[in-house]
């Protein structure tokens, strides 16, 4: 039976009068691809953002590795393993390509109080950024200023950063958001690539993507689940059907 | 007794000119996420325009409607033709052109008025006292003060809480975006909302006039206190600019009148004739330093 | 070290002021020695306020504060007689740097107009505590009965070496900021003014490193603080009216934000542009007398109209931001 590795109990956000996250329960198992699908609105981001503590919950817990997580804030869950990507691009503009990711290898490697050595001469920090790069397939565009880059090669940033954080866990918040059908094609083969390495959490809408990468899929509507199963068992299902998949198909 | 109650009066007339100051500008930072240090300049027109006009012409209401109508004018003025630029702007940007305004009003005043301060009377009907209670007689102006304030802050509170006006200048704050796509007329609105801060900036240097210092250079010295009015109270908030107004007001007037007799009874009187004024001009900082530790967003903020 | 052609000129600038004593003195102009070391105080004062403003994005409208304290340190020492310049300009240093700890911990926790509003009331608060203690001048200020002395290392009352001494301290400044905004430190405080969310979400806080600069800022400043006081040979509390700490501001955005030359172009600037205003013989003077007011118009023109101040003018360095 395979451990769990992030585990939300009782999960419960609130703004004002609307219930965005509304007493969720929710588990991912180790090594597996879990994906959350959802129409519009349903509060996929402001769960994802619970989990990785840029939000605080009104009520529930968060467990990562069977370690209670729920006070931790964003920089120590990051630094537990759990690495997050964001649905709106957030990467640095003004930064290269390759400074963006050895940031994110600088900020795993101890604390930052050294004030003399440029970071850009560390090869401790270079080196695993640009092969983080190669792997992602970005490597010859690691000089580029962020800015600058296509929008699709930017969402491959925002993976690189948080594969550079050598996670345990990854919160992927849309990751094809925004991509042409080629470029989400490329994107989705480079996930499956990090399936069963990687224990992947993937907010998506593009159902091609949920469906060839999720092992298991939790339907999120109104800030609740309303099914939570196998890939198979979810297109089954009626209510599903109903709330989400039916407007789809 | 007495002492305290007439200082403890002082206190709230200080407050209640606080936040006529820290409204406007709370309200104008809540809505147009504008930093305007050029604030305090309005205040000091207000102070300037209400005594010229009423050793000019004798007449003190003249003074009063003429003060504020000249400063609603001139703040007008200088939101349609320095401050729309910097709605877009970062702080930072809008920090150092605002300052570059304190320094062109500071001059232009200078230009008008001389640098020294100017002598800043009350006509006789104002002067006179009332006895609040057997033994406390109080000035009738500041009583006056008090009064004025209070009603502008239930007029403030009635506006924006029961009117159209005050509903949209709500939504404003938390959207602007979609206001002005609902076809409200953001513009208009903004340099309205402007439009009134100036109006209350005015009036209470109108109302301060008399009382303090009629110089170049008076709304930086208030516009600081301001501040920390805000900062105690929470930004963007009516209700946090009056308590924290309210509180600041006193605080710092009986931590002057009363900190350093209180000093003197457990160090030497040296000693407290040192430390006393020291310690109570920099009263309201600490209070402020201490809110900051305890509750960072201020005593009311404005958003959850 | 690789050179770019705005390190060349920066250089080349650093070589203009070393002529400037020999310049000043052909031309028997000793004024101008005066002016150009004013101008390299603040300009150091500015690039400790560029390292939080321009590179961490801090809006700090207090840091005037610390050239008060650096200048009341090395005045109160000198006022009870104490005129051992190591001690005198140590204490300034560690002075400013213990004040710039106990408001940053309370302040850079806070961002944004906060922040700015709270800076500044800090400010205040020195001033008014600087204008209450009577026994150091009060409102009037202090005369330094003795520049800070130095034995046979430097005579701070020979114009020449104190002038030199701060164009070797400026550029000794100019490179550690320089190596400090390159380093895994300055990188942080960069990518956190860049970027705050992402940086939170890779796993550092930027909230230590953040107040790490502010002191470090304090610190650098306390030092031109003391060299101020050392300048003028007067002590008032006016070193840290929140108007100076304007000035300071300014240098930083007229000379460019984040850029290692703009503190050194933005203080000149400024001073330049300040002494012009008041003296210039081609002017008239009814512009002498209300200087301010056309300062006051330039400042506003030139933020709402010259974004990327006078680094801008600069040579573009490649791969983006200056380091």
Known sequence: MAE????????????????????????????????????????????????????????GQIFFAGEDITSLAAPARSLKGLARSFQITSIYRDFSTLDNVALAVQANAGHSFHFWRAARDEKELREPARAILEEVGLGARAEVVAANLAHGEQRQLEIAMALATRPRLLLLDEPVAGMGTEESQRMV?????????????????????????????????????????SPEQIRANPEVRAAYLGEET | MILVLEQFLNGLQLGVMLFLMAAGLTLVFGIMNLVNLAHGSLYMVGAYLATYVYQSTGSFALGVALGLAGTLVVGVVTELVALRTLYERDHLDQVLATFGLILIFNELIALLWGRSAIYSTLPAYLQDHVELLPGLRYPLFRLLIIMVG????????????????????????????MVAALGVNIRLLYTLVFGFGAALAGLAGIMAGPIYSVQPGMGELVLIQVFVVIVIGGIGSIRGALAGAVIVGVVDTLGRAFLKPMLATITTPTAADAAGPALASMLIYLLMAVVLALRPEGLFPARA | MNFSARTLILLGFLLLLAAVPALAAAFKEPFYLDLFRRIMIFAI???????????GGMVSFGHAAYLGVGAYAVG??????????????????????????????????????????????FTQMLYYLGISIK?????????????????????????????????GLLTLLLLLVQRLVNSRFGMVIRAAKSNEARTRAIGLSPYPYRLAAFVIAGAICGLAGALLVNQTAYLTPDFMNWTRSGELMFMVILGGIGTTAGPLLGAAALLLLEDLLQGWSLLPTWVHRYWQLYLGIILVLV??????????????RKGGKDG
Request: proline content about 2%; hydrophobic content about 50%.
């Open chain 1, 4 to 59: 769990t590795m992030l585990e939300a109990r009782a999960l419960h956000k609130a703004f004002g009068a609307l219930a965005a996250t509304d007493g969720v329960d929710f588990e991912v198992r180790a090594g597996e691809t879990h994906a959350i699908i959802g129409p519009n609105g349903a509060g996929k981001t402001t769960f994802i953002s619970q989990l990785s503590g840029t939000l605080r919950p009104d009520r």
């Open chain 1, 189 to 229: 083969e480079f996930l499956a690539t990090l399936k069963g390495r990687q224990t992947i959490v993937l907010v998506e809408h593009d159902m091609d993507a949920v469906f060839s990468l999720a092992d298991r899929i939790s339907v999120l509507v109104y800030g609740r689940i309303i099914a939570s199963g």
């Open chain 2, 150 to 177: 209070l009603a502008v802050a239930g007029l403030l509170w009635f506006v924006v809480a029961r009117t159209r006006l005050g509903m949209l200048i709500r939504a404003g704050a938390s959207n602007r975006t």
């Open chain 3, 45 to 55: 004062a500015a690039l400790s306020l560029n390292l939080i403003l321009g590179y």
């Open chain 3, 76 to 121: 109160i020492l000198a006022h009870h007689g104490i005129h051992d310049g190591f001690l005198q300009w140590g204490l300034a240093i560690g002075a400013s740097a213990l004040v710039a700890l106990v408001i940053g911990a309370v302040s850079v926790r806070t961002s944004g107009i906060y922040f700015i509003m709270i800076t500044l009331a």
């Open chain 3, 135 to 167: 026994e150091y001048g009060g409102d009037d200020g202090l005369r330094l009965a003795k520049l800070s002395q130095f034995g046979d290392l430097v005579d701070l009352s020979n114009p020449t070496a104190f002038y030199y001494l701060v164009l």
């Open chain 3, 303 to 316: 933020v709402l109209f010259a974004k990327r101040g006078l680094a801008g003018l600069l040579p573009e």
